[in-house]
T-cell receptor, first 113, second 115 residues
Framework: GESVGLHLPTLSVQEGDNSIINCAYS??????FIWYKQESGKGPQFIID?????DKRQGQRVTVLLNKTVKHLSLQIAATQPGDSAVYFC????????????FGRGTSLIVHP | SQTIHQWPATLVQPVGSPLSLECTVE??????LYWYRQAAGRGLQLLFY??????ISSEVPQNLSASRPQDRQFILSSKKLLLSDSGFYLC??????????????FGPGTRLTVL
């Protein structure tokens, strides 16, 4: 996994653009993945999840893509809005294990009006 | 419905003073409980997790400790705070063993500043 000690990468987009946030996970045996959104001064909130038997899952304005071959996860946000500005974390979980998620280091999304 | 509470929301403490942060969960039984720390502009660092009363696992050596005196209560403590203990402390819970539903639910967090 990626170190939690590093500063967060930042993605800046214009309102209305589509955003793509990427995450590399570490354990090829992980079979459940979650994207969280954390607004400033608040706890992370669940956005969308995907199991390893799927390649793609869509929600409202968000899509998660999973590429198990290269252990890569992405979150696509359509028509990004200022309210989407936040830090986004991916988490990988090995079901049947300790259920302790491993979090990626996060990406700060800044949406300019 | 389930809710998770943390208090206090913000705390300013001098170096060397003790610490006690409390987290409680409502609406569920026997949850897994977690304490995370998040330094400014950084990711989540798992400090402790608990699968049951008085069952605590520590992930990172430090001057902090955790206790779970009741099923839905999780306490983070320190006898003597260090400057490096400053950060945003998050409590979270998850339902153990529920296949396909392993997400964590986070509390609102406590902002700790050690001066």
């Amino acid at each position: 996994g990626e170190s939690v000690g590093l500063h967060l990468p930042t993605l800046s987009v214009q309102e209305g653009d589509n955003s793509i946030i990427n995450c590399a996970y570490s354990n090829s045996a992980s079979d459940y993945f979650i994207w969280y959104k954390q607004e400033s001064g608040k706890g992370p909130q669940f956005i969308i999840d995907i199991r390893s038997n799927m390649d793609k899952r869509q929600g409202q304005r968000v899509t998660v893509l999973l590429n198990k071959t290269v252990k890569h996860l992405s979150l696509q946000i359509a028509a990004t809005q200022p309210g989407d500005s936040a830090v986004y974390f991916c988490a990988e979980i090995l079901s049947g294990g300790s259920y302790i998620p491993t979090f990626g280091r996060g990406t700060s999304l800044i949406v300019h009006p | 419905s389930q809710t998770i509470h943390q208090w206090p929301a913000t705390l300013v403490q001098p170096v060397g003073s003790p610490l006690s942060l409390e987290c409680t969960v409502e609406g569920t039984s026997n949850p897994n409980l977690y304490w995370y720390r998040q330094a400014a502009g950084r990711g989540l660092q798992l400090l402790f997790y608990s699968i049951g009363i008085d069952q605590i696992s520590s992930e990172v050596p430090q001057n902090l400790s955790a206790s779970r005196p009741q099923d839905r209560q999780f306490i983070l403590s320190s006898k003597k705070l260090l400057l490096s203990d400053s950060g945003f402390y998050l409590c979270a819970w998850s339902v153990p063993g529920l296949a396909g539903d392993n997400e964590q639910f986070f509390g609102p967090g406590t902002r700790l500043t050690v001066l």
